[in-house]
């Protein structure tokens, strides 16, 4: 009845800019993260008439806005809105969608776009969105018929949770924000997830119990707490080693006994080479992409080791690897039917997964490091002082493989990061995350050089009233291109250096908590007063440049990329003295 009476309301006149605006509202986008542009005033006034239901966050960079963005939405499952304008603001952002690409992380982007009647005149800032963005989203499109602006967004925060979650980007016309338009708002879709079929759980099962060294693999995006909380349980109970895929630490407690560590980009080698014993891989959630396979040579494609693949997308599965089994479902659902899962009589593989948690645990052990400040011991540090639901963003570079070796993050602790690499996301991805959840903890892991692409994004927290707290890795360097520098052609350093500010005061310049910290014991304190603070701070963590990874030094890298003295060939014995003649003789020392 209700329905049938909203149907029979003839819809008021509204312009484009209040109908997408409304339109958000109705599919449930509470964030709103954007750079203002003369592209879609229209729309920023739309967006002032439903200020109370929706938040709008005025950022300073494109780049930053997106990535507010996109961590909002690995975060929370659902994506939030970034809006830019035209050209130069589009360009901007497209870092942003390229991280949601890789990431698989739900994100809506509009784009301010010029006059319709304007096209293919190579108008001022224009750009050809379609082509642009072709390669980066799921779905790319345009509005030019402000009556239709309910029906596409509505298809585009489907689009953007389906199957593989990621991006869609949506350009705006200019004159169809201002025409007037009577159409009705349409809601969000109740949509049952894919649920996996019953028979493939048993086979699944069957050839678990056939293993002897199992291993499981998590990762993908929207995972839910249900969902996190029933792979624990059937993990748990099955007694199978856990490891992470790239940047996926979130998804798994590693204060278990079952959890192994990560598989990415600086993994501990131990891990790899027995992950390559492994007669079982449990992919649950994971592409099995570049970083979790280091490079593809972690599996046969051929399918040497049977590999359980379940995956949301089924384009994905069998991509690169053929799968002794693929399960098409959502993760939440997968986790959910494993759960039920009777837990076996007797476990084949427990010495195996004690030997892999010892490794663990070694593994997270910390050196003696040369220098003052030794960074296993502070992130050992920071482990006992983080909140227990705290969230953590992380740049790109090799100074991220710290917080992954040498923390253990708890059930309800969140730590997100690019898997594309992509520097300059931790500092806005932190903000994005304090302002969507203002009462959480935040602490940023950031690089000096990932921090001065973006760190202005902090004026964005003084702006809306939030506190992160930003970890600043301070080297004075380009790290991971200088390791490779010193791996290839050591001693021959080329634009990997780098001139810092003075951290601490930069943040301070704002009105911020800064601290620098030059040795281990000062780490704690400074933390435990930026957190007093209640203000957006900066810890600048001054590291010995030549530890350039938690692994290796720049001295023992070009040590081992010098070449070796060759052999003397062994002389026969008559020869081994001969005479000296005219060209053996040594010649007189010069007089100085």
């Not at 809306?464 to 200088?482: C, D, E, K, S, W």
Request: hydrophobic content about 45%.
């Amino acid at each position: 009845m209700e329905l049938a009476k909203a149907r029979s309301v003839k819809p008021a006149a509204r312009t484009g800019g209040r109908v997408l605006a409304d339109a958000l509202v109705a599919q449930g986008v509470d964030h709103v993260f954007a750079v203002p542009g003369e592209s879609y005033l229209d729309v920023l006034d739309g967006l002032y008439a439903v200020r109370q239901k929706l938040k709008l966050v005025t950022c300073r960079f494109e780049a930053g806005a997106v990535n507010m963005a996109e961590a909002y939405g690995k975060l929370n499952g659902r994506p939030a809105a970034a809006f830019v304008t035209r050209g130069p603001g589009a360009c901007h952002g497209a870092i942003g969608v390229h991280i949601a690409f890789q990431d698989s992380t739900p994100l809506l982007l509009f784009v301010g776009q010029i006059p319709f009647e304007e096209t293919d005149r190579e108008s001022f800032q224009e750009v050809d969105y379609r082509r642009m963005f072709q390669p980066l989203a799921k779905w790319v499109t345009q509005i030019d018929d402000a009556a239709r602006i309910p029906e596409i967004v509505a298809h585009a925060v489907d689009v953007a949770m389906s199957g593989r979650p990621g991006p869609v980007v949506i350009a705006l016309s200019e004159e169809m924000q201002k025409k007037l338009v009577e159409v009705p708002d349409i809601g969000r879709a109740d949509v049952a997830p894919a649920n996996p079929d019953p028979a493939a759980i048993a086979k699944m099962q069957a050839l678990l119990a056939k293993s002897s060294k199992p291993l499981a693999i998590l990762g993908g995006s929207r995972w839910s707490e249900a969902g996190r909380a029933a792979i624990r349980d059937f993990l748990v109970a099955h007694e199978v080693p856990v490891t992470v895929g790239f940047r996926r630490q979130a998804l798994y407690d590693g204060t278990l006994d079952n959890f192994a560590g990560d598989l990415g980009v600086g993994s501990d080698p131990a891990l790899v080479a027995k992950a390559r014993e492994a007669d079982l891989i449990l992919a649950i959630g994971t592409r099995l992409g570049e970083p979790v396979t280091q490079g593809y040579t972690l599996f046969e494609p051929a399918g040497g080791v049977p590999i359980v693949h379940v995956y949301p997308e089924p384009g994905e599965i069998g991509r690169v690897f053929r799968p002794a089994l693929g399960i098409v479902s959502d993760v939440n659902a997968f986790a959910d039917a494993a759960a039920k899962l009777p837990a076996p009589k007797r476990v084949a593989w427990r010495d195996w997964t004690r030997e892999l948690r010892a490794l663990r645990l070694q593994g997270c052990a910390a050196p003696q490091y040369e220098g003052t400040l030794n960074l296993a011991q502070a992130m050992h540090a920071l482990q006992e002082l983080l909140e227990d639901d705290a969230i953590m963003t992380c740049d790109a570079g090799n100074f991220a493989t710290w917080p992954p070796r040498f923390m253990n993050f708890k059930d309800g602790q969140r730590f997100i990061g690019p898997t594309n690499g992509a520097m300059g996301y931790a500092v806005p991805a932190a903000v994005g995350a304090k302002i969507a959840h203002p009462d959480r903890q935040v602490v940023c892991f950031v690089g000096d050089g990932g921090f001065l692409m973006t760190g202005q994004e902090i004026a964005t927290a003084f702006h809306h009233g939030v506190a992160p707290i930003v970890l600043v890795f301070n080297n004075q360097m380009y790290g991971t291109i200088r390791m490779y520098q010193e791996r290839s052609y050591p001693g021959r350093v080329s634009g990997t250096a780098l001139t810092n500010p003075d951290f601490a005061k930069f943040i301070e310049a704002f009105g911020g908590h800064g601290e620098v910290v030059s040795e281990t014991a000062e780490f704690a304190p400074a933390f435990r007063r930026a957190v007093e603070s209640g203000k957006p701070a900066v810890i600048e963590l001054r590291m010995n440049p030549d530890q350039i990874t938690s692994r290796s030094t720049i001295t023992q890298m070009r040590a081992a990329a010098s070449p070796k003295p060759a052999a003397k060939p062994k002389r026969a014995e008559a020869a081994k003295h001969p005479k000296p003649s005219a060209r053996t003789a040594p010649k007189p020392a010069k007089k100085r």
